[in-house]
């Protein structure tokens, strides 16, 4: 089974959050990805590299939405408040199969109310600021990254390649998550519960 993941690109998105899962997702027979952004078009990350969307927000509108994926970044702070941002989101993601995000694209999520009445998390560093979006969020201080049901949201940066593999694994199954891993030379950690980072930013 064919699954497509529709990656959400905005200015001043975390260049990490992007790469690290797509790295890990385009080694996987049967999944194919597909980068949108406000227009067809460059779109720049917050570290500067400007990557190529294929399609605007506004084609991905016209059709079926299998996962969609929301990354983090500077420029989440901005699309909080931002309404047509947030309308578009908020349509896409409740036509979407599974929604997914890395590090402060949970609080896009969350503005959006597309989190309400789940268990959510988000970056450390960034915690108080985006359990301050929804009214029926279970934000989780110490995870890795969580999966309820149909949202998985991981906590900072690099976290979204865990969480990653994790759902290759559930998309999958584990022999194509160890071969994506393999290929990238990377050791996922398997455990969602595992999360040195909240003790440091002092959260427990």
Same mark, same amino acid.
């Given at each position: 089974?064919? /699954?497509?993941?529709?990656?959400?690109l905005?200015? &001043?998105?975390? !260049?990490?959050?992007?790469?690290?899962?797509?790295?890990?997702?385009?080694?996987?027979? &049967?999944?194919?990805? *597909?980068?949108?952004?406000?227009?067809?078009?460059?779109?720049?990350?917050? #570290?500067?590299? $400007?990557?190529?969307?294929g399609?605007?927000?506004r084609?991905?509108? =016209?059709?079926?939405i299998?996962?969609?994926?929301?990354?983090?970044?500077?420029?989440?702070?901005?699309?909080?408040?931002?309404?047509?941002?947030l309308?578009?989101?908020?349509?896409?993601?409740? $036509? @979407?199969? !599974?929604?997914?995000?890395?590090?402060?694209?949970?609080? !896009?999520?969350?503005?959006?109310?597309?989190?309400e009445g789940? /268990?959510?998390?988000?970056? =450390?560093? @960034?915690?108080?600021?985006?359990?301050?979006? &929804? #009214?029926?969020i279970?934000?989780q201080?110490?995870?890795?990254?969580?999966?309820? $049901?149909?949202r998985?949201?991981?906590?900072?940066?690099? @976290?979204?390649?865990?969480?990653?593999a @994790?759902?290759?694994?559930s998309?999958?199954?584990?022999?194509?998550?160890?071969?994506?891993?393999?290929k990238?030379e990377?050791?996922?950690?398997? *455990?969602?519960?595992?999360?040195?980072?909240a003790?440091?930013?002092?959260?427990?």
């Amino acid at each position: 089974m064919t /699954r497509r993941i529709s990656v959400v690109l905005f200015d &001043g998105f975390e !260049l990490l959050d992007v790469c690290g899962p797509v790295e890990l997702l385009s080694h996987v027979e &049967g999944i194919t990805l *597909d980068f949108v952004g406000p227009e067809a078009g460059l779109v720049s990350s917050a #570290q500067g590299l $400007r990557v190529e969307c294929g399609r605007s927000f506004r084609e991905l509108s =016209k059709e079926p939405i299998d996962i969609l994926l929301v990354p983090g970044g500077p420029g989440t702070r901005t699309l909080v408040d931002d309404a047509p941002f947030l309308a578009w989101l908020t349509e896409a993601g409740a $036509r @979407a199969r !599974l929604l997914a995000s890395v590090c402060t694209g949970s609080a !896009l999520l969350a503005s959006a109310g597309l989190l309400e009445g789940y /268990r959510a998390t988000s970056n =450390k560093a @960034a915690f108080e600021w985006a359990r301050t979006f &929804g #009214q029926t969020i279970a934000w989780q201080r110490e995870a890795r990254w969580i999966e309820d $049901r149909d949202r998985w949201t991981s906590s900072g940066v690099a @976290a979204g390649m865990d969480m990653t593999a @994790a759902l290759i694994a559930s998309l999958c199954g584990t022999e194509a998550r160890d071969r994506a891993l393999a290929k990238a030379e990377y050791t996922a950690t398997t *455990d969602s519960d595992s999360d040195p980072f909240a003790a440091l930013t002092s959260l427990l």
